[in-house]
């Protein structure tokens, strides 16, 4: 099974550790384009005109100068950087041993920077949305696209995959083929707190109760003691199953 989450905006990072290593995390074919968009992010963080296209705010200095030490910031478990309400939710470090070693073996986080990431893999805080057209490298969703369509089918293997990602980072990785027919997406009736707050409590149900579901409606079963589910077939081939989730 794959299930699949978006970054959060805000990150933490610490002062002391290792630097970053692209090549000892996971998905190590992801390497080259990740060096590629480390290089080209530090160089248009350096430029006055950063903040315009990083599409963010200039009150976020501190967050966007992160760009430019992203070589030699210390690095910490990326269960550790992503954090806010759908972290919160998820609440990896409060696992136990057995429920942690699933999280760590079906949860990616898909990044603008880093491609694709597990939660143990050792990374830094950046500011970089996967909407942004980095000079250099191009639109971002685009860029991984290709790169993503490599190496997550593997990840997901004969098990489901459990979309939890925003529509911004779902455009850089489509499941195709046989794994468009076990692709499902979580759909949170409701404000955009209430939705990521409650795709994290899927997430982690699914790790606490080790269910691996292989089809859509398994995983609509398996989720039903916890959460109102309606499970809604894919209009034409290529398209995700929905699932609208409520928790209980």
């Known amino acids: 099974m794959l299930i699949l989450l978006p970054p959060s905006e805000s990150k933490t990072g610490r002062t002391r550790g290792r630097p970053l290593s692209l090549s000892s995390l996971s998905f190590p074919e992801l390497t080259d384009t990740r060096r590629a968009v480390a290089t080209a992010l530090a160089k248009v963080s350096a430029h006055p005109d950063a903040f315009e296209v990083l599409g963010v705010s200039p009150s976020l200095t501190t967050e966007v100068a992160r760009n430019l030490v992203l070589e030699t910031a210390p690095s910490l478990p990326a269960a550790r950087v992503y954090t806010g309400v759908l972290y919160d939710a998820l609440d990896l470090a409060s696992l136990d041993t057995a429920a942690r070693r699933r999280a760590n073996r079906w949860l990616v986080t898909v990044s603008a920077l880093f491609g694709a990431v597990r ?4 990374i830094v805080p950046y500011r970089l949305s996967m909407a942004v057209n980095l000079p250099g490298v191009g639109p ?11 190496v997550l089918p593997a ?6 995959v459990v979309d939890c990602r925003s529509s911004t980072y779902a455009a850089a990785w489509t499941p195709g083929g046989d794994l468009a027919e076990r692709w499902v997406q979580v759909r949170v009736p409701g404000a955009t707190h209430m939705a990521k707050h409650t795709r994290g409590l899927v997430a982690r149900h699914l790790c606490v109760t080790g269910a691996a579901p292989r089809s859509a409606g398994a995983l609509a079963e398996a989720l039903q003691d916890a959460f109102e589910v309606r499970l809604t077939e894919p209009r034409r081939a290529g398209q995700p199953w929905v699932l609208d989730a409520t928790a209980r």
């Open 119 to 122: 939660p143990t893999d050792a």
């Open 155 to 160: 990840a997901a293997g004969r098990g489901v």
């Open 140 to 150: 971002l969703a685009s860029a991984w696209k290709s790169e993503l369509a490599r």
